[in-house]
């Protein structure tokens, strides 16, 4: 039986109470902050190592790559799109800023060395160029041909990936320059933990990211454009242009992962982020970011960064063998996506209705 | 959708069975059902009961609680208090299927139909006929040539239901609720998006399921048709009964009485005061999908120009090709008598133009943002300082647009979602305002609105065309246009076929030139058996 049709209207449509607002923030935003919180203390209870220093800044590094590459993907699900090519999009731009920066790897392609006082911010330049040249090819292939993004971005995965084999010659880029691989190893003392430098990108980020999205005329638009499209298109204004960007942001953010990536692991390699694509999507959805579009939050989709790492390490930690780990972490997943509609429906019958 | 397989050759012959003949006694009776939803009571003891073979009204405005009886009836929500009787017996569904199986039939505004299927698939599927476990296509096809044939929908049976208009949409939701054995069938806003002589078919098909002892339950904001339609009326306001009488003891002023709990003056609002201006908009040649030949019109400023036309005559589509839409191969636009060019939605409001859609719901508003987002969309511009949105800038915009239009909204913030039909249509005006538009094309913009929403948006157009705008304004609701129009374009079959001065203005003269395309002489006499007698002299 398909659902009754929208109610009309009743009295008093949308009074809400000051303790059903409260409500129904916690539902929408607060609701995965509290679940960190709740997990983090479970955690720190049932797994002794949880709690210590070096336990939290090896989260904080992996949180990093994952929430460069969830903030991305949160641009293009608001717009009511997927982007599942970002994890080979990442794992190109590794070995592709490896290459510039590693001379016996560069010197394949080009017959000169470069200094790293110029192959360092060369290197940054050209992977976040081919990341967000990956995602405008995304977008714009979607658009200009109204190929359901999911398709293209299939297509770019398996391209990327093989991309990045091309360029690596299916073997692992070290040899770093020393100064990039000491910048990546500063670890910020605050006292109870100490974080690593590139978790700061991270959080840089998210923060513009949340800016864009809130204050600019571009943000209004990615969520305009995810709740009625037709509506922004008859309302003057051409759609188009704006999801291009959403997947180029999304490109873009995967190549800055990259060379987060480079920053912690100090290796360039083809089989880099294989599957984080998925934990990007998972932690954008935990975060409340509707999957049709239109709502959501990229602090929504920290939390859900951070909440899928607390669950994984804590499981691991607890004893939970690492099969059971993958299989918990795909049914938060769900279980979310199932809550999501309960929330729709609770928040919607909090109003009157 | 599951039901008890019935024996696909029976139901093809006896389509709905006559029930219980009319003894006076009530098939379905609601004592005193009250409902309530948090902070709402939708509705309070309201009693009404339906006669076999009777066509019963109810009329109230929105959020009257028409709505929630057919979801309590339809087993969508269980009732608080009172009870319901279906043939005497207690009646209280658990979900729509039992209520189906009870026989009790709706027929929502917003159709539930398998948009990708074929018209027969969609009569059928409720209950596939099989052989030998596959879909028995020859059964289908009898099953759908009957049932079409019942309502009077010609198209091919294997059509798919996307390529049909909404009125024969409407048809084949319609002859689905033949196939079972309906008792009582609700009709929820039947007429909204029907043209007149669609709507008189209609009446033809209720009237002759009603001639077998069906009892229908008509719901309808157009009260002429109840007159027409109705034998009783029963009359609901916030939630509760008001009156219930025979339609031949009641006239349509005392109804509307009734309905809004104040008098209110049947008459459109009409302002001669207001003097036409200079020409502010030319259409020449425009030719698009759709059209059979080029339309040309005119505008001036302080005009409200109407168009009339049967649904699907291309009323719609000329808006949406002046506005670029829809793109037009051909013509040229003028605006204040230069020639602009319109290739897009975003060229026309840059020329000043802006276009009210028929359907606000999927075309106007964004309903999970706030009304004050949804009222700056057009120029975000305006409210944008060194690159970044001023909410508050935004906030102050929208709030003075909706004390301006009176938009019934606790604050700018509020979500379009929750706001009525014809406050959400407010808003679709505040941002076109918001976008300092001057040519207005409305398209239906009464359309599923109550009544005194919809002299409200008579006397806002009203208010703008004073101030120097021009509005041309699409709409089924004939006495609408003759109420508040200066002229009346007329459409027929994809051409305009006339205009008409106010001088002229009469509900026939615009009908003759509506059908004129459509009546050529080798199908009149075939369309005229069809359909019932008595068009609107």
């Known amino acids: ?353 | 959708m599951t039901g008890p397989t019935r024996d696909a050759t029976s139901i093809a012959e006896t389509s709905a069975v006559a029930v219980a003949p009319p003894d006076g006694r009530p098939i379905l009776d609601v004592r005193e059902v009250s409902k309530e939803f948090p902070g709402v009571l939708a509705l309070d003891k309201v009693s009404i009961d339906i006669l076999p073979g009777e066509v019963h009204a109810l009329v109230g405005e929105n959020g009257a609680g028409k709505s929630t009886l057919v979801k309590v009836l339809s087993g969508v929500h269980a009732p608080d208090g009172g009870e319901v009787l279906l043939d005497g017996e207690p009646y209280q569904p658990q979900d729509p299927d039992e209520a189906l199986t009870a026989g009790i039939r709706v027929v929502y505004q917003e159709l539930n139909l398998l948009t990708f299927l074929a018209v027969e698939e969609n009569l059928s599927f409720e209950s596939l006929p099989s052989r030998h476990g596959l879909v028995d296509r020859k059964v289908m096809r009898e099953r759908a040539v009957h049932l079409m044939g019942e309502v009077g929908l010609d198209v091919p049976p294997d059509t798919a239901v996307e390529n049909l208009g909404i009125a024969q949409m409407q048809m084949v939701e319609i002859a689905r609720a033949l196939l079972t054995d309906a008792k009582v069938l609700i009709l929820d806003e039947p007429t909204a998006t029907l043209t007149p002589r669609e709507t008189d078919q209609l009446f033809g098909i209720i009237r002759k399921l009603a001639d077998r002892g069906i009892g229908v339950l008509f719901i309808s904001h157009h009260l002429d048709e109840v007159k027409e339609i109705g034998d009783r009326v029963t009359v609901f306001r916030n939630g509760e009964w008001v009156a219930t009488r025979d339609v031949a003891d009641i006239t349509v002023a005392e109804i509307i009485e009734l309905m809004v709990g104040r008098s209110m003056t049947e008459g459109y609002p009409f302002r001669d005061s207001v003097k036409r201006g200079e020409e502010i908009l030319s259409v020449e040649g425009l030719i698009y999908q759709g059209n059979v030949e080029p339309v040309s019109l005119k505008l001036h400023a302080a005009e409200i120009v109407g168009v009339a036309g049967l649904v699907g005559s291309g009323r719609t589509e000329a808006l949406r090709a002046i506005f670029g839409a829809d793109k037009a191969s051909a013509g040229v636009i003028k605006v204040d008598g230069e020639v602009v060019r319109i290739d897009s939605p975003s060229d026309a409001v840059g020329a000043g133009i802006c276009l009210l859609t028929e359907d606000r719901k999927s075309q106007g508003l964004m309903l999970d943002m706030s009304v004050a987002q949804n009222t700056t969309i057009t120029r975000l511009e305006a409210i944008t300082r060194h690159g970044l949105l001023q909410t508050r800038e935004e906030a102050a915009a929208a709030q003075e647009l909706i004390d301006m239009l009176s938009i019934k909204a606790q604050s700018p913030e509020q979500l379009a979602r929750y706001l009525s039909g014809g406050n959400q249509q407010k808003v679709v005006v505040a941002k076109w305002l918001f976008a300092q538009s001057r040519i207005l094309l409305f398209d239906e913009p009464t359309r599923g609105i109550d009544v005194g929403a919809k002299f409200e948006i008579y006397n806002l157009i009203w208010d703008l065309v004073e101030r120097g705008k021009g509005a041309i304004v699409v709409s089924s609701d004939l006495p609408e246009l003759l109420g508040i129009c200066h002229r009346i374009i007329v459409f027929s079959k994809g051409a305009i076929v006339g205009e008409l001065p106010r001088e002229q203005f009469s509900e026939k003269a615009v009908l003759e030139l509506a059908y004129k395309n459509y009546l050529d002489p080798a199908t009149a006499a075939a369309r005229d058996r069809q359909s019932t007698p008595g068009e609107n002299a």
């Open chain 1, 1 to 353: 039986m398909s659902a009754a049709p929208t109610p009309s209207t009743p009295r008093g449509e949308g009074q809400m109470s000051l303790a059903n607002r409260a409500i129904a923030f916690s539902l929408r935003e607060a609701g995965v902050g509290l679940a960190l919180v709740v997990l983090v203390i479970l955690f720190m209870v049932i797994a002794p190592y949880f709690a210590t220093g070096d336990n939290f800044t090896r989260m904080f590094g992996q949180v990093a790559i994952n929430t460069v590459l969830a903030v991305g993907m949160t641009f293009v699900i608001l717009v009511g799109g997927i982007d599942l090519s970002v994890g080979s999009v990442m794992a190109l731009a590794t070995v592709v800023g490896a290459t510039i920066m590693v001379p016996s790897f560069l010197t394949r392609w080009v017959p000169f060395e470069l200094d790293p006082l110029v192959s360092i911010p060369l290197a940054v330049i050209i992977v976040l160029l081919v990341g967000a040249l990956a995602g405008f090819i995304n977008g714009f292939v979607s658009e200009r041909w109204k190929v359901p993004s999911f398709i293209v971005t299939l297509g770019m995965m398996s391209m990327a990936r093989g991309g990045s084999q091309v360029v690596s010659d299916n073997s692992t880029i070290n040899g770093l320059p020393r100064s990039l691989i000491d910048f990546g190893n500063i670890l910020i003392d605050l006292g109870v933990v100490r974080i690593p430098v590139y978790f700061l990108i991270a959080i840089a980020t998210v923060a513009v990211a949340w800016f864009v999205l809130r204050f600019t005329i571009f943000g209004r638009f990615i969520y305009a454009i995810g709740n009625n499209e037709e509506a922004v298109r008859l309302s003057g204004h051409n759609p188009v242009p704006y999801k291009i960007s959403a997947f180029a942001i999304c490109g873009l953010l995967a190549g800055l992962a990259g060379l987060v990536w480079l920053l912690r692991l100090n290796v360039g390699s083809p089989i880099a982020a294989v599957g984080y694509e998925l934990t990007a999507i998972a932690a954008v959805i935990i975060g409340g970011t509707s999957f049709t579009g239109g709502k959501g939050s990229v602090i929504g989709t920290f939390f859900g960064v951070c909440l899928l790492q607390v669950l994984s390490t804590g499981l691991i930690l607890s004893g939970v063998t690492d099969n059971f780990r993958v299989i918990v972490t795909g049914l938060v997943v769900i279980l979310a996506a199932v809550f999501d509609t309960y929330r729709t429906r609770i928040i919607t019958g909090l109003r009157a209705r």
